[in-house]
């Protein structure tokens, strides 16, 4: 007991120590370019950035983890331990929000880890209406297969149906397109089973390697931020590469933590995504920047993203 208790102990004053050393960097600054834009309507931010100009690759796109979670497990009980967003994926459109980590299990409930929340139904209504209440938006829609669960019988029909008119095809091209030229398509969506086959080539669906990442289980935060940063700085530059690849600016409850509640942890990194980014440019690998996700999404991310978006636009970045 008393081996644990000082294990913890030790675990504090690390956090400690890792949140005082991003908080002194913070304080040399978080400027880059376009980072005093402010979208005139979040709702509709790459339809006013120019769709003609506006090419898939020079998106920097606010992404959250664990998307569909704003109602799962039962309040007070189980859902501190699973949420990582509060509002729905409709709420998170209009407010910016362009990429989705939508999970299900195989009866196309949503779920994190054991516990769950609503149907899938529910993610794709609200795609679906707001795609409707808007022209020039595009989204990245990643759903996967949850670890420990079976695949939805034949999801990748399920998907198809339910959004075919939207889907922008698996294509390479993709990536130097504006906007403009994929328009009406407005929808990625990359469906990433457990045991089913994988989309194909030229499938209306995009396989999971078009959508990469490296994940690390940690609840340090100076470790998560470095550990991303040296990821990122190991792509291609978004300009030459044919896959999307994810940062995600969270950290973790993870066992030997008593803290397993989601927000107290996830909130020793969450302030600093501006942070990241300007950092980017300090390292030299802003140009590798695509897409940034984070839990419990603000505003304030989201403009991070789109000025450094509009920058790239305006040949500023």
């Given at each position: ?27 040399l600054?978080?400027?880059y ?49 699973a ?25 196309r ?14 993610v ?54 504006t ?14 089973p ?16 078009y ?45 030997d ?15 600093y ?39 790239r ?5």
């Open positions: 007991m008393g081996a644990q208790v000082s294990k913890q102990i030790e675990k504090r004053k690390t956090i400690e120590k890792e949140e005082k050393s991003l908080s002194d960097l913070k304080r600054g978080e400027n370019p376009g980072s005093d834009y402010i979208p005139l309507d979040r709702k509709m931010w790459m339809s006013n950035l120019n769709p003609e100009k506006l090419k898939i690759n020079m998106i920097v796109w606010p992404g959250t983890h664990d998307s569909a979670t704003n109602k799962i497990g039962i309040p007070g009980i189980t859902r501190p331990f949420q990582c967003q509060t509002i729905s994926i409709y709420n998170q459109l209009v407010r910016g929000t362009r990429v989705f980590d939508i999970r299900v299990q195989e009866d409930r949503v779920c994190h880890g054991i516990i769950l929340t609503y149907s899938v139904d529910i794709i209504r609200d795609v679906k209406k707001f795609l409707s209440e808007t022209e020039s938006e595009i989204i990245i829609l990643e759903v996967r297969t949850e670890y420990g669960h079976n695949d939805p019988p034949e999801f990748d029909k399920y998907l198809e149906e339910n959004l075919g008119e939207y889907l922008i095809h698996q294509d390479d091209s993709v990536f130097d397109k906007i403009a030229e994929v328009l009406p398509k407005r929808v990625i969506c990359v469906w990433k457990r045991n089913s086959p994988q989309p194909k080539a030229r499938s209306s669906l995009w396989s999971a390697g959508l990469r990442d490296n994940w690390i289980n940690t609840d340090f935060p100076l470790t998560k931020f470095e550990s991303n940063m040296k990821y990122l700085s190991e792509q291609e530059r978004v300009v030459s590469r044919k896959y999307f690849y994810r940062v995600e600016n969270t950290v973790t409850p993870v066992p933590n008593p803290i397993v509640c989601v927000k107290p942890v996830t909130e020793r990194i969450h302030g995504s501006r942070l990241f980014i300007s950092q980017c440019f300090s390292k030299g690998c802003s140009d590798r920047l695509q897409i940034f996700s984070t839990d419990f999404i603000d505003l304030d991310f989201v403009d991070a993203c789109v000025g450094l978006t509009y920058a636009v305006e040949g500023k970045a």
